[in-house]
């Protein structure tokens, strides 16, 4: 077999990314990562682009001449400090080692390549990028998207398709606020001694709770809801607390809403005569917290297949580069050679949904109550709040 390399690189909000493919089999060779926060702390953001690139290639026998083609994709607008006209900037490609002739795909978004990084090239499957926030996004034929739904716009990975991006703009920063706000120091020190983060003990002692047995049921609007009803003057809420409850029901709870949330996206899609089949997760949370995972099954009645991927932004942008560079006729034909998803798969418990349901409804009724008009309390002391901030 000949072996055809590219490399996919991610410019997040969060992280750098890339990776390292071969496209003729699909293999992901070397990957690597590193916080945006170093360059936001000074660091040279060229340099740190070459450091990332350049350890794609540690303990290899494949040399950066070796690569055909390079794929960017961004949350934002691509920097200047990547690439000019068209081309691998010349600092960049000498300090790594890459033809300066080398073929530069960019200005692909990051959430829209990320669907092919699982095989999504077609409609009615919904991907969950999960990190800090959530972003739900799926692909759908309708030729007259609903405006209702924010994040409706057409998409270059499939052509004719409109492609839906909702927020849930609270998850992995929902959980860590809580563990920096209102776990005590004694789960700390239990955490030490179990050589656990503090998020592995809490979801060690949340899974042995039943559905429903704490008593809670929380709003995962910590920080507004830019989703379904475009507010973010809307806030978090925790109902049903009492002296004996415990941290770990309260990190169930708030798990569970966020999962309410993305059950509430599915429907509102459904209800907006958008298909919603099938359920996929990529993202850092998708890959540590089966407990999470197994939740959204539960309350969404959805199996949930997981990104084969670590970076399926990185990996996503290289699959649409072997396409731009003829390797491939098309992005069906791609994906059939590269990207995927884990064997094991999330599967509803029945006894769970059952449960789930219920809780479901009682959710959607505070949703209802809270952010669509029943009592504004949530705007007018948000009002107090930024009178108080001057």
Same mark, same amino acid.
């Given at each position: 077999?000949?072996?055809?390399?590219?490399?996919?690189?991610?410019?997040?909000?969060?992280?750098?990314?890339?990776?390292?493919?071969?496209?003729?089999?699909?293999? &992901?060779?070397?990957?690597?990562?590193?916080?945006?926060?170093?360059?936001? !702390?000074?660091?040279?953001?060229?340099?740190?682009?070459?450091?990332?690139?350049?350890?794609?290639?540690?303990?290899?026998?494949?040399?950066?001449?070796?690569?055909?083609?390079?794929? $960017?994709?961004?949350?934002?607008?691509?920097?200047?400090?990547?690439?000019?006209?068209?081309?691998?900037?010349?600092?960049?490609?000498?300090?790594?080692?890459?033809?300066?002739? $080398?073929?530069?795909?960019?200005?692909?978004?990051?959430?829209?390549?990320?669907?092919?990084? =699982?095989?999504? =090239?077609?409609?009615?499957?919904?991907?969950?990028?999960?990190?800090?926030?959530?972003?739900? /996004?799926?692909?759908?034929?309708?030729?007259?998207?609903?405006?209702?739904?924010?994040?409706?716009?057409?998409?270059? /990975?499939?052509?004719?398709?409109?492609?839906?991006?909702?927020?849930?703009?609270?998850?992995?920063?929902?959980?860590?606020?809580?563990?920096?706000?209102?776990?005590? &120091?004694?789960?700390?020190?239990?955490?030490?001694?179990?050589?656990?983060?503090?998020?592995?003990?809490?979801?060690?002692?949340?899974?042995?709770?039943?559905?429903?047995?704490?008593?809670?049921?929380?709003?995962?609007?910590?920080?507004?809801?830019?989703?379904?009803?475009?507010?973010?003057?809307?806030?978090?809420?925790?109902?049903?607390?009492?002296?004996?409850?415990?941290?770990?029901?309260?990190?169930?709870?708030?798990?569970?809403?966020?999962?309410?949330?993305?059950?509430?996206?599915?429907?509102?899609?459904?209800?907006?005569?958008?298909?919603?089949?099938?359920?996929?997760?990529?993202?850092?949370?998708?890959?540590?917290?089966?407990?999470?995972?197994?939740?959204?099954?539960?309350?969404?009645?959805?199996?949930?297949?997981?990104?084969?991927?670590?970076?399926?932004?990185?990996?996503?942008?290289?699959?649409?580069?072997?396409?731009?560079?003829?390797?491939?006729? !098309? $992005?069906?034909?791609?994906?059939? /050679?590269?990207?995927?998803?884990?064997?094991? =798969?999330?599967?509803?418990?029945?006894?769970?949904? &059952?449960?789930?349901?219920?809780?479901?409804?009682?959710?959607?009724?505070?949703?209802?109550?809270?952010?669509?008009?029943?009592?504004?309390?949530?705007?007018?002391?948000?009002?107090?709040?930024?009178?108080?901030?001057?």
């Amino acid at each position: 077999m000949n072996h055809v390399y590219l490399i996919g690189i991610h410019l997040g909000m969060s992280n750098l990314s890339a990776v390292l493919i071969d496209a003729k089999d699909g293999r &992901e060779i070397s990957n690597g990562s590193v916080s945006s926060d170093i360059i936001g !702390n000074g660091e040279n953001p060229i340099s740190i682009r070459i450091q990332l690139i350049s350890s794609l290639f540690k303990n290899s026998s494949i040399l950066p001449s070796d690569v055909i083609g390079i794929g $960017i994709a961004t949350a934002k607008s691509l920097e200047p400090t990547i690439i000019s006209n068209g081309k691998l900037i010349p600092e960049i490609a000498d300090a790594i080692g890459f033809n300066r002739d $080398i073929i530069v795909t960019a200005n692909h978004i990051d959430m829209q390549v990320s669907l092919l990084a =699982v095989g999504i =090239v077609e409609s009615a499957k919904m991907l969950m990028i999960m990190g800090e926030t959530t972003y739900n /996004v799926i692909l759908d034929n309708n030729n007259n998207p609903t405006q209702k739904l924010l994040g409706a716009v057409r998409t270059d /990975v499939a052509p004719g398709y409109t492609c839906y991006e909702i927020e849930q703009s609270s998850v992995g920063d929902h959980f860590d606020w809580f563990v920096k706000n209102c776990v005590p &120091e004694s789960y700390y020190r239990e955490a030490s001694a179990l050589e656990m983060t503090i998020h592995q003990l809490l979801r060690s002692k949340a899974e042995l709770q039943k559905v429903g047995e704490s008593g809670l049921l929380a709003l995962d609007w910590w920080n507004g809801n830019k989703g379904i009803l475009k507010n973010e003057n809307l806030s978090g809420m925790l109902l049903g607390m009492c002296l004996d409850t415990r941290p770990e029901e309260v990190y169930r709870a708030l798990i569970e809403a966020t999962a309410y949330g993305t059950r509430n996206i599915i429907e509102e899609l459904r209800e907006n005569n958008v298909l919603v089949n099938e359920l996929y997760a990529t993202g850092s949370i998708s890959r540590k917290d089966p407990f999470m995972l197994q939740t959204y099954a539960d309350v969404t009645n959805m199996d949930i297949r997981v990104s084969l991927t670590k970076y399926a932004p990185a990996y996503g942008v290289a699959m649409q580069t072997a396409v731009d560079c003829g390797i491939y006729k !098309n $992005i069906q034909e791609c994906k059939n /050679v590269m990207g995927g998803v884990m064997t094991y =798969v999330y599967k509803p418990i029945k006894e769970n949904v &059952e449960a789930y349901d219920k809780l479901f409804s009682e959710y959607k009724k505070l949703h209802n109550y809270f952010g669509c008009g029943g009592n504004n309390i949530m705007q007018i002391l948000n009002g107090f709040k930024k009178k108080s901030d001057i």
